[in-house]
Every structure is written in structure tokens, then in C-alpha cells.
């Protein structure tokens, strides 16, 4: 794949793959006839993993200015477990029935659903690395440290991960809805 459209160093969608998304601008999704409950509820999920993320960059940053309290290492095992289970199962979900049910719709974009796999193989490493930081902190909590060093460091993990996650969810968003609006496709 072309380094320029790697999750870790573009910008967007390529242009020859904004076809469907400058017809579609996001702003008017929800009042176009084939946006439905369900890309309403896919729309919802990527809104809660951004939500999910934030709040462990900002409980992190808190635990690093001494404002988190003794709750810090539970909740930060707590939501990254769940974060971590969740956006696993829901690419696993998008890459085994979404995008091949999408794919064939449109010739003109069907490479953006090699660029979305080729995203959810990065961000595996990602999701690891994110659980393995996550378990230093947990560790160095557990042994009574305030695991500030290990602490700085997750929270430049959280970031990274934030800003490719991002990339990709907005990326993702600007393929499939675009589809369904074009083509009513039904996602179920």
C-alpha cells in the first residue's frame, strides 16, 4: 500500500475515493430518505468509542496532574477492557458481513474497503500495544507506585491511538454512509 494512505500518515480518503462522500457531506446524512436506524446506530457506536477513549485520555491526565483518585487503576482496566472487546468484535463484524456486503455496490470505491482492512490490521497492533501499556500502568499500580513514568507514557499511547482511530472511524463513516444513501443499502 502507497505510504501516503496508511492509517498512520493520511489525511483523509483519497480523492479518487471521495466520489460518494462529496455527494453525500456528512451534514446532510440524517435527514436523507435511506439513512436508517440501523447506520444511525453504526454512526452511534463510532461516536462511543471516540467518547470511550477521551475519557481514558482525560482520567489519565487527571491520574498524572493528582486529581484521578484511588478509583484510577480500576476504571482505566475497567473501560480499556471494554473499549478494547468492543472495537474488536465490531471490526470483526464490519469486515465479515458489512464490507462484503457493501463492496460490489460501487466499482468506484470498492478499493476504500482494502483501505478500511488494511486500517483494521494496523490498528491491531495499536489495540495491543494499548492493552500492553495499559497493563504496565495496572501493574505498577497494583505494586504500590503511583506509575506516573508508566502513566505518561499510556497516555501518548492513548493519543496516538486517538488520532489513528479517528482517521480510520471518519474514513469508514465517509465510505459506508455515503453507500447507503446512494444505494438504501440495508446493513442488517
Same mark, same amino acid.
Given at each position: 500500500?502507497? %505510504?501516503?494512505?496508511?492509517?498512520? +500518515? !493520511? ?7 471521495? $466520489? ?6 456528512? *451534514? ?23 467518547? $470511550?477513549? %477521551? ?15 484511588? &478509583?484510577?487503576?480500576?476504571?482505566? +482496566? ?9 472495537? #474488536?468484535? @465490531? ?15 460501487? +466499482? &468506484? ?8 482492512? @488494511? ?8 489495540? #495491543?500495544?494499548?492493552?500492553? #501499556?495499559? /497493563? ?16 505518561? $507514557?499510556?497516555? /501518548? ?5 486517538? !488520532?489513528?482511530?479517528?482517521? #480510520?472511524?471518519?474514513?469508514?463513516? *465517509? ?14
Amino acid at each position: 500500500m502507497d %505510504d501516503k494512505l496508511t492509517l498512520d +500518515s !493520511r489525511t483523509g480518503l483519497p480523492d479518487h475515493l471521495r $466520489v460518494l462522500a462529496d455527494r453525500y457531506p456528512r *451534514e446532510i446524512w440524517r435527514g436523507h430518505p435511506n439513512f436508517n436506524e440501523l447506520t444511525a446506530f453504526w454512526l452511534d457506536r463510532h461516536l462511543m468509542f471516540r467518547q $470511550v477513549m %477521551d475519557k481514558l485520555i482525560a482520567d489519565t491526565q487527571a491520574h498524572l496532574d493528582d486529581k484521578a483518585g484511588p &478509583r484510577y487503576g480500576a476504571e482505566l +482496566s475497567r473501560y480499556t477492557g471494554f473499549f478494547l472487546q468492543q472495537l #474488536h468484535g @465490531h471490526h470483526g463484524i464490519e469486515d465479515a458481513h458489512y464490507f462484503p456486503q457493501f463492496k460490489p455496490l460501487d +466499482s &468506484r470505491v470498492a478499493g476504500a474497503f482494502d483501505l478500511l482492512d @488494511h486500517d483494521h490490521h494496523a490498528l491491531d497492533g495499536h489495540i #495491543h500495544a494499548l492493552a500492553g #501499556h495499559t /497493563n504496565t500502568v495496572l501493574r505498577a499500580l497494583q505494586q504500590g507506585g503511583n506509575a506516573r513514568d508508566e502513566a505518561g $507514557v499510556l497516555l /501518548n499511547q492513548h493519543e496516538g491511538f486517538r !488520532r489513528f482511530l479517528d482517521r #480510520h472511524l471518519t474514513d469508514e463513516e *465517509e465510505v459506508i454512509v455515503p453507500l447507503v444513501l446512494e444505494y438504501g443499502a440495508d446493513m442488517a
